[in-house]
């Protein structure tokens, strides 16, 4: 069972909704820590109880993602968003290129970086269909440095069902669908996510890296983008985002102790299915991304008739759903399903959406 605090039916796209457990040991951690009489928020990140929770924090990575030790867990502020930047810096050579895949706002902006730090091919887009399908059957060049993808597409609510066979490093976004479901971690170089998403409160972001494809490029490495110095340091290399680390940790634990990837995948399945079922059902809703593209953490929707909308606003109040509204970019709503949101919400949503059909349609 997965619980709640209040009654508000928290759908958040990000900052995202954390279990409760999760909240409330956070909030006693910031008065006393670890039973030392401090807060976890003026204490040495060097001390022996914080470090404590950085080695934990990054063993959980390996744990669920059932890796050795050739790959290392980094945590590092900046956001996804500096990893799109970190990632060409690290491994993208001078006189090589690095292939993307672009499917979405995120994946677009990544692009962007990596192209001001030297050359790359995007192999692949679904730009043409407003990014409401992904992508298929495209060829990785064996002679790229890396390829990139974003596993969901958290915006436009598309996700990635399979990864494509690749021949060179496989580097991944998963900030908004990390450990919502399995996937084969061994398959992949690099792997990095905001934590605001699905596993923690903004302010880090975790990577996961196969060390053998670092050190590699030629470049005169700034310590700071470089992913080496941060592995020496083991992710304190300066002062690491503690909170957010620790509520990490804590998220991280929570789902091991639940059951781990298996437990939650099932779970998001339901939810998914039980939401994209009445989406399809309802006469006065209508989904917004190719069918078997559909994201299982984003779900976009639209009504069938603009006026609609206001009067679903309404409604969605009575029932306490919070956080639905689309994204600007696509309108309509938007109901996000990450790993702490029970069922119940879900439910919740459905029955706003069938009360809404039997008043309105
Ligand atoms: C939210 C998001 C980002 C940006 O994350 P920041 O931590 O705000 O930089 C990048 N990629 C994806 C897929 C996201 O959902």
């Not at 807060?39 to 470090?51: A, C, D």
């Not at 590092?76 to 500096?82: C, D, I, K, Q």
């Not at 969605?316 to 509204?325: D, F, Q």
């Given at each position: ?90 491994l993208l050579t001078e006189n ?251 439910n919740a949503l459905v029955e ?10």
């Open positions: 069972m997965i619980a709640t605090t209040t009654k508000i039916h928290n759908f958040s796209a990000g900052p995202g909704i954390l279990p409760i457990d999760v909240l409330k040991q956070a909030s006693e951690a910031c008065i006393n820590f670890d039973n030392m009489g401090l807060s976890l928020l003026e204490i040495s990140h060097r001390s022996k109880n914080y470090v404590a929770v950085m080695d934990e924090a990054r063993q959980l990575v390996k744990d669920l993602f059932e890796v050795g030790n050739d790959y290392e867990v980094l945590y590092l502020g900046g956001g996804a968003s500096t990893q799109f930047a970190m990632v060409p810096y690290n090589g290129f690095a292939a993307y895949v672009n499917t979405g706002v995120w994946a677009s902006k990544a692009i962007k970086e990596a192209k001001i730090l030297g050359n790359v091919k995007v192999i692949a887009s679904s730009e043409d269909k407003k990014f409401t399908y992904v992508p298929k059957g495209y060829e990785i060049p064996a002679d790229a440095d890396y390829f990139h993808c974003t596993s969901n597409n958290t915006i436009f609510g598309t996700q990635m069902k399979a990864f494509p066979k690749c021949p060179v490093p496989l580097v991944c976004d998963m900030s908004s669908d990390l450990f919502s479901r399995k996937v084969n971690a061994k398959d992949f170089s690099l792997i990095y996510a905001g934590a605001q998403k699905n596993m923690g409160p903004a302010g880090s972001t975790m990577i996961l890296v196969k060390k053998d494809i670092l050190g590699k490029n030629g470049r005169k490495m700034l310590s700071m983008l470089d992913y080496n110095a941060h592995i020496k340091g083991e992710s304190m290399y300066n002062t690491p985002p503690v909170f957010p680390v620790y509520v990490s940790m804590l998220t991280l634990r929570w789902l091991k102790q639940n059951g781990g990837v298996e437990w939650i995948e099932k779970i998001n399945q339901t939810k998914a299915d039980t939401l994209y079922n009445e989406i399809d059902r309802n006469s006065c809703f209508v989904g917004t991304v190719a069918k078997e593209d559909r994201s299982f953490m984003n779900v976009c929707f639209l009504p069938t008739k603009p006026e609609y909308e206001a009067e679903f606003d309404k409604l969605a109040k009575t029932y306490n759903l919070s956080g639905i509204k689309g994204h600007r970019d696509v309108g309509g709503y938007r109901a996000s399903l990450y790993n702490a949101l029970p069922l119940e919400s879900v706003a959406m069938k009360e809404f059909e039997k008043k309105f349609a």
